[in-house]
Nanobody, 118 residues
Framework: EVQLQASGGGSVQVGGSLKLSCAVSGHSFDEYIIGWFRQTPGNEREGVSAISAVDDSTYYAASVKGRFTISIDNAQDTVYLQMNSLNPEDTAVYYC???????????WGQGTQVTVSS
């Protein structure tokens, strides 16, 4: 079973930056697509960004494109989400997810809170 450990959340002011980390363990890292999702109270979890450990292809939601960068460190089995130019709409609990490539098998890590204040 895959375990995911998310970290790096915190409180910043508008325009600030944070870098989230998702450490993956328990299985071969290179068979998964690792994604970041976020959720605010009363709303569904939404996809923010994802990266394939198979071919390094990436995905960004329109709301974060150009501000967030996802990257992968295969040696550390860790995926990072660099978040720049943060605004209050980015405030949410951020979760990382691992989906086995070509299947519906997926795992969730615990959330990390990101708060952006004006």
């Amino acid at each position: 079973e895959v375990q995911l450990q998310a970290s790096g959340g915190g409180s910043v002011q508008v325009g600030g930056s944070l870098k989230l980390s998702c450490a993956v363990s328990g299985h071969s890292f290179d068979e998964y697509i690792i994604g970041w999702f976020r959720q605010t109270p009363g709303n569904e979890r939404e996809g923010v960004s994802a990266i394939s450990a198979v071919d390094d292809s990436t995905y960004y939601a329109a709301s974060v494109k150009g501000r967030f960068t996802i990257s992968i460190d295969n040696a550390q089995d860790t995926v990072y989400l660099q978040m720049n130019s943060l605004n209050p709409e980015d405030t949410a609990v951020y979760y990382c997810n691992a989906q086995k490539y070509g299947t519906t098998v997926n795992y969730w890590g615990q959330g990390t809170q990101v708060t952006v204040s004006s």
